[in-house]
């Protein structure tokens, strides 16, 4: 097999979900899938390995996503990203509401969780974000999972769920 073929075999299910999660169209991510690994293959000379392969191409991806938003072929603001990663039982009837909500709970919570889930919920890998913040990524990992926790027991105290 190709070494191309090999890389692109190993990260196209990531990346298609990742395209799926921002496009929430199967059509428009296969065809941001196409685009990014296009992409990729042009940028590979200058790859320098500063990150993984993985988060290279979830950058390139972000990228693809972000110009289809400008030329108005897709449209997803932040809410519904964060939505879609924190979306376990979120009601679709009071789901701006909610996400409002969330937004004030991280915010209230501050730093490094507001930014761990942040972070997730634009697609980080936990390596990168443990990088990023300078904590271990189990650390990462351990945040996020409390996080996400933490804002599901004030959304169910408060009557939000």
């Excluded at 298609?16 to 685009?35: F, H, Q, T, V």
């Excluded at 289809?68 to 979120?90: I, N, S, T, V």
């Excluded at 991280?106 to 990168?128: K, S």
């Excluded at 974000?129 to 959304?155: H, M, N, P, Y």
Aim: proline share 4%.
């Amino acid at each position: 097999m190709h070494p191309i073929e090999r890389f692109y075999r190993q990260y196209r299910d990531d990346v298609y979900r990742y395209l799926l999660g921002l496009a929430r169209d199967p059509n428009l991510a296969e065809d941001l899938l196409s685009e990014t690994f296009l992409e990729a293959l042009r940028a590979l000379p200058a790859f320098r390995g500063e990150s993984t392969a993985k988060t290279w191409l979830f950058g390139i991806a972000r990228n693809v996503w972000l110009r289809q938003l400008q030329k108005g072929r897709a449209h997803a603001p932040f809410d519904e990203r964060l939505g879609l990663y924190l979306a376990d039982g979120l009601d679709d009837l009071c789901r701006r509401q909610t996400l409002a909500r969330i937004g004030e709970l991280l915010h209230r919570r501050g730093d490094p969780a507001e930014t761990v889930v942040r972070m997730r919920a634009d697609g980080w890998p936990y390596a990168e974000i443990a990088g990023r913040l300078q904590i271990s990524e189990a650390s990462a990992r351990v945040i996020d999972f409390r996080t996400k926790r933490w804002l599901r027991a004030a959304l169910e105290k408060e009557g939000s769920l």
